[in-house]
């Protein structure tokens, strides 16, 4: 059996996961049962839920180095609007998603740089999270403390979870005729534009997509801590930029997976549980962290160079 | 006529009368008092951005994609290892600088080595290398926090002729970069490299080796900033960088360097980083909370960007 290139791309992010997932289970085996998953796992569903997000922003050839504040934003109206007046602070929510496409737009009709944008923007929600929680505090609404907390039978929420946004992601980026409109923007935005769609439309509501699975990874975030602050989740823009690499995207081309974004949060989860199981000094944590993520792409490369020499014979 | 029209027309323009404005609007409040102070510290803090946002700039040169993630763990690295080595002695000075050179010509071929060997985005190679320098620096930075040698701390806290030594130093570098941009080859090869990579290896222009070099250039300048920096604050702190990240891409696009590469600009990198530093200590004049203060920074930036305008692209 032949495997297409295409296939090959999606193949490799999952089996760096699962190189990674043996390793762990190998030096602590009790982390194979349901609590240990779950343990494992548990912060990879708000991740994934930003890598999707800055995915989707990738995919139109943007970035957003707003991502982070963004969260950590959303976690903070979560924390307190959403929980003692959800009419308001869904309000704001649906608010921050029509400044998102507004973004979208304007970064299309004045062709400003995304980065340089996204980066004002980023001070834009940074403030305004720390007006609504100048200290770290809040309460999670009721509703995202019990759906991330939930336990289904068998399998742990977080891969529940994890499955089924790159379920949901899969059939809108790689299914749908949207889906198709906003990856040929990426990759070529003149033929689309040429074949009599509106562009600044298409990516408009690109960015409300992606405005609105951050909007989620935020709540699911609270969910978990179950209150917020103004910093949380300052990590997520360069964690999501890796999860997207990692899951075999592109910066430019349009050429993005879904599925690989997921399991390229996944992967960056588990390797920092994978760290704290290797016992390493608390000071060298980040730098091994920086070694994974070089072992990983490297691994990548092998495999593609193998793929490229099997193909050539 | 024509000629204002040619001053307008330039893209580093629009920083400087940004930074114009706010100065006036912070002056104004104070009734014309601390001026002269207001001045002194934006030279001052504008320098520390100015070189690392000169190191940014050629590596965003080099066309979409490029630009290094690992300056503020560059700048701490290299500000704590010094300052062991110098311990409080002033005829390490030297030594002490050396090293930190020698550090970021370390870190800069090392990111090169990973975008190349792993083929690898060079946001991602530059971020997975900060993260290794980062713990170098928290494991060499154990222990005391260690007081530059007093010479040093007294040249990068002095001035002469009332203007701060690191701004005389920041424009001696700036006028090294703008020489080294345009009146030299490697500039016209980074130019070209950016406008077409594929073009440029075409006519023959050794096009990893330039690469390999203003990565290295960047990281060189992030290390001896790092330096400075250490020296002028009175002792390296793990977060000393931190800021920087944002800075140094912040004020080369503000600056007019363009994003798609191909096209730098020097004295925008000036105009952008007295901006960045007038407007925190405008809205500090002011007397805003931490959260009006980010906002406000942050709207205006985007104000700045719109006004500028985005470049039409020719196709």
């Known amino acids: 059996m032949r495997i297409s290139a295409e296939t090959f791309r999606q193949i490799i992010p999952a089996v760096s996961l699962v190189l990674l997932l043996g390793a762990v289970f190998y030096m602590q085996p009790r982390a194979m049962s349901y609590t240990g998953l779950n343990l494992l796992f548990n912060l990879a569903v708000p991740i994934a839920l930003a890598t999707v997000a800055q995915m989707l922003i990738m995919s139109v050839n943007d970035l957003d180095l707003s991502m982070g504040t963004f969260v950590s934003f959303s976690a903070c109206v979560a924390a307190t609007y959403l929980q003692s007046a959800p009419l308001i602070g869904v309000a704001i929510l649906l608010a921050a998603i029509a400044v998102y496409a507004t973004i979208g737009m304007l970064i299309h009709m004045r062709e400003l740089p995304s980065i340089v944008v996204t980066l004002g923007m980023s001070f834009v929600w940074g403030g305004l999270a720390v007006l609504m929680l100048p200290q770290p505090g809040g309460q999670a609404p009721g509703w995202a403390r019990w759906l991330m907390t939930a336990k289904p039978p068998l399998v742990p929420l977080a891969i529940v979870a994890s499955v089924v946004i790159a379920v949901v992601t899969h059939l809108i980026v790689s299914r749908s005729s949207f889906g198709v409109l906003v990856r040929g923007i990426g990759g070529n935005t003149r033929s689309v534009a040429r074949a009599g769609w509106s562009v600044l439309g298409l990516r408009a509501a690109t960015y409300a997509l992606a405005g609105f699975f951050a909007i989620l990874s935020g709540i699911a975030l609270v969910g978990l801590t179950t209150s917020a602050d103004a910093n949380i989740a300052l990590r997520y823009t360069l964690l999501s930029i890796a999860g997207v690499i990692l899951g075999g995207g592109e910066f430019v081309g349009g050429r993005v997976s879904p599925v690989g974004a997921v399991i390229g949060a996944l992967t960056l989860t588990l390797a920092g549980s994978f760290l704290s199981f290797m016992r390493i000094s608390p000071d060298w944590q980040i730098g091994a962290q920086g070694a994974i993520l070089i072992i990983v792409l490297g691994l990548r490369l092998a495999f593609n160079l193998f793929e490229k020499r099997r193909r050539t014979r | ?315």
């Open chain 2, 1 to 315: 006529m024509n000629r204002l029209h040619l001053v307008f027309a330039r893209p580093w323009i629009w920083s400087f009368i940004a930074a114009v404005i706010v100065w006036f609007a912070t002056v104004l409040v104070t009734g014309g008092a601390g001026a002269l102070g207001l001045s002194h510290a934006a030279l001052t803090f504008a320098a520390f951005s100015v070189i690392v946002g000169l190191g940014q700039m050629f590596v965003i040169t080099l066309g979409p994609g490029n630009i290094d993630l690992s300056v503020p763990a560059t700048m701490t690295l290299a500000g704590t290892v010094a300052l062991k080595l110098m311990d409080v002695q002033d005829g390490m000075i030297i030594a002490g600088l050396v090293i930190a050179i020698l550090l970021g010509i370390a870190i800069g071929i090392g990111n090169y080595a990973l975008i190349k060997l792993l083929r690898i985005p060079p946001i991602i190679a530059t971020l997975s290398m900060s993260f290794i320098v980062q713990s170098t620096a928290i494991w060499a930075n154990r222990g005391l926090r260690i007081k530059p040698p007093d010479m040093l701390a007294s040249f990068t806290t002095s001035s002469f002729l009332g203007i701060p030594n690191i701004a005389i130093v920041a424009v001696l570098l700036s006028l090294a970069a703008w020489v080294l941009l345009e009146r030299t080859i490697y500039g016209r090869w980074i130019s070209a490299i950016g406008q077409s990579i594929f073009a440029a290896r075409m006519t023959g222009i050794p096009v990893d080796g330039t690469r390999l070099v203003t990565y290295t250039l960047c990281a060189v300048l992030a290390a001896v900033c790092g330096y400075l920096l250490a020296s002028f604050s009175g002792g390296a702190a793990l977060n000393m960088g931190a800021e920087y990240l944002l800075m140094s891409i912040a004020v080369v696009v503000i600056g007019g360097t363009a994003v798609a590469g191909g096209d730098s600009n020097i004295p925008g990198i000036w105009g952008a980083s007295l901006f960045m530093f007038l407007v925190v200590s405008m809205l500090n004049t002011y007397g805003f909370g931490a959260g009006v203060r980010l906002i406000l920074t942050g709207l205006i930036i985007l104000a700045v960007i719109l006004a500028a305008g985005g470049r039409k692209v020719v196709r």
